[in-house]
């Protein structure tokens, strides 16, 4: 009788530029020689991306002042079992921002997983309105998934004053938030890649002359915001596609490519949850490959001979786009097993180790296949891999 284990191996990392959401399938399986060989057995697995609108934000205390400790309280379901285990805030101008992971190098994809995390922010803000931003990521090189958004207030002391009212009186947290839709649905934040540069003359905003995106300042509603957007990717990544305003502005003036940086983007504040989206599309492309390596044991138990042989099966992206969320699905005679890793950036790769133990005599064919599922590839010559591993 064949049995197996299998345990998660190291994950080497080097550089990476994240973005797109990359969702990969790895088939492998197992036949003895002595039977007729078996195709590579085509496991399908679509990841679903978790959505904005799966992530609950609870501002702890609901109305802080500026005395206030602020807790963010996070729940929600994920897809899988790579759900945050654990989170840190950092707060720049009028935006907390929450980059949550998971500390798994590979974890069990199948049921849905329920979460929750209490981040603290780490400071005492002051007055003001502010926007919570969620991110979601499993290495610091990976792409990060938008989790969730919120906005809130803090006041110098607390009223009656709902928080809406309290940020209609005075400012409202303007958000400029860079997207990449990827071809699974899901959304991914390219933090860094984007910079704005002031070029408002009006008593508000962008407070600095060159701001990383994204990010949240706070204005007044009506107010005219002017700023020009440069493109700060080291390796040209990604291209400005558009701009929508998602949210409680209008586009008043170039808002179409390729924004030039001497000629300001105009919005006008409509609202007080005002949200303008840059969309990205990237033009780098991941270029996926799949390696198998075995290694046979041999040895004799009351005059049988068996062998206990290691799979490393290795992805990697060996292309200059950045790639997401990953997932390996092998199969070994009947048995089943899938995990998933949210994070492969450009040079990037990943080893998932498994064990046939107490294998009889013959030769084993090992066959694997990795596919993009969110960005195309730039080559597909090295998708596929095969070994014989041979028990003598």
Known sequence: MLKHSSRVGAVVRSFG?????????????V??????????????????????????????????????????????????????????????ENQVTIRATNASEFCNEG?????????????????????????????KEAPEFLLGMARFDVVEKRTSMSTDQAGQASLVPFTILPVVQTLDGGTSVPSGALKAINHNSSKSNLMRAQLPLPATVGVPISDVVQFGIINTAKTNTFRIAGCKAEKDVK???NCTPPFPPD?????????????LVIELEQTALPDLAVRIKPTVRRYTQMEQVFCDITVLTTVSNLG???????????????????????????????????M???????SY????????????????????????????
Not at 35 to 55: R, W
Not at 111 to 131: C, D, I, N
Not at 356 to 362: A, K, S
């Open 17 to 29: 530029l994240g973005v797109l959401a990359l969702a990969v399938l790895v088939g492998l399986t």
């Open 31 to 92: 036949s003895a020689q002595q039977q007729p060989a078996q195709p590579v057995t085509q496991i399908e697995i679509v990841p679903k991306q978790p959505t904005i609108n799966e992530t609950q934000i609870k501002i702890v205390p609901e109305q802080p002042t500026i005395n206030d400790e602020i807790t963010v309280e996070l729940s929600g379901t994920f897809p899988d079992a790579c759900a945050p285990d654990s989170a840190e805030a950092q707060v720049e």
């Open 111 to 139: 049921t849905e997983t329920t979460w929750s995390l209490s981040v603290p922010v780490g400071k005492k803000l002051a007055a003001g309105p502010y926007r919570v931003l969620v991110l979601f990521g499993m290495s």
């Open 251 to 253: 586009i008043v003036d």
């Open 263 to 275: 000629k300001p983007t105009k919005v006008e504040i409509t609202g007080p949850d005002p949200r």
């Open 320 to 354: 200059p786009g950045p790639g997401g969320v990953v997932a390996m699905a092998y199969n070994y005679n009947d048995s089943k097993s899938n995990i998933m890793r949210y994070g492969m950036g450009s040079g990037e790769s990943a080893t998932h180790v498994n």
């Open 356 to 362: 046939l133990i107490r294998v009889r005599p013959g």
């Open 365 to 392: 064919l090992l066959e694997a296949e990795v596919q993009s599922r969110s960005v195309k590839e730039s080559n597909t010559a090295n998708n596929k891999a095969r070994e014989v591993a041979i028990c003598r």
